[in-house]
């Protein structure tokens, strides 16, 4: 892959207020969505979600969504976390009229298959009330086809929300599911578990030998989607390893592909996209795998 995506460095995910472990900062930024004009970030090992302008004078925002009390003790915390991968926007359904923000736990082990719904207000901000749901019978149906679950992203298009499953080396295919949105809507709101329409692999190819894994994904404002994805060099899902490099691509209505190697290389976990002059502008932010690094939020503007 030698197309290059040159990124722009916005801010640091700083907070206005610390976290009980005395960071001030997000340091494992793991999904990216836009509401209520604030970019709202979900971490994988906090229980809370964080929500920012694009000013870096200005602290991110907490807003706690479970009642979990976590570990400080690294592999400990790593053990229980939530994880807290994928982050969308729910349109709006019986029992969150303005919409709700869904917050997806990989997967990954049996304490990360919790998904919560957060609903909004008039003006898209999240409110006080979360609601968990079970993510084990919606996860059952990709295990059919992989032992494993990693679920990094979520993403609502048209009439459908797709979930992927991020690759590895031990299995170098992502897994991409599609729900009909009106059994997800149904489930959020304390419904049935969805069934997929489909499960499909999705291979995006290699860098220096490592697997693309999807690490996000976000609509597209002109139709389809974009992702990022970052070469992991780990055989498993729970495992961190090092990063060969990352991509960030679009998926057109066609489903043509469109990737580039960012640079400089940094691991990015969450994305959206917007238009702008010239083509479409990626928000993404990064993840370090290393407690003590700030998370920043990166722009880059990929061609039309």
Do not use: C, Q
Request: hydrophobic fraction near 50%.
């Amino acid at each position: 892959m030698t197309r290059i995506l040159d990124t722009r460095r916005i801010r640091t995910l700083d907070l206005a207020e610390p976290l009980d472990d005395g960071r001030a900062f997000v340091a494992a930024a793991s999904g990216l969505a836009v509401t209520g004009g604030r970019l709202v970030v979900a971490a994988d090992d906090l229980v809370h979600l964080a929500s920012f302008t694009e000013d870096p004078a200005r602290g991110g925002l907490l807003h706690r969504v479970l009642d979990d009390e976590l570990p400080t003790a690294p592999a400990e915390r790593k053990r229980r976390k939530p994880d807290l991968e994928a982050l969308t926007v729910l349109p709006p359904a019986p029992g969150f009229p303005h919409g709700a923000l869904l917050a997806l736990g990989s997967g990954s082990t049996a304490a990360r298959e919790r998904a919560l719904v957060i609903p909004l207000d008039a003006g898209g901000t999240p409110g006080p009330a979360v609601y968990v749901r079970d993510l084990g019978p919606v996860y059952l149906a990709l295990r059919e086809h992989r032992d494993e679950v990693n679920v990094e992203a979520a993403v609502v298009l048209g009439d459908e929300a797709l979930l992927v499953s991020r690759a590895h080396a031990g299995a170098p295919a992502n897994l991409v599911a599609r729900f009909p949105l009106a059994e997800v809507l149904a489930w959020a709101g304390g419904g049935a578990a969805p069934a997929p329409r489909s499960v499909d692999e999705w291979r995006l190819g290699d860098i220096d030998g490592v697997p693309l894994g999807v690490t996000d994904a976000a609509p597209h404002p002109a139709g389809g989607w974009v992702f990022t994805a970052a070469a992991e060099d780990t055989d498993d899902a729970y495992a961190d390893g090092a990063v060969a490099g990352a991509v960030a691509g679009r998926v057109d209505a066609a489903g043509t592909v469109v990737a580039a190697r960012i640079a400089p290389s940094v691991k990015v976990e969450g994305v959206v996209a917007r238009m702008v002059p010239g083509g479409t502008e990626l928000l993404m932010v990064t993840d370090a795998d290393d407690p003590g690094a700030p998370a920043a939020l990166l722009a880059a503007v990929l061609p039309a």
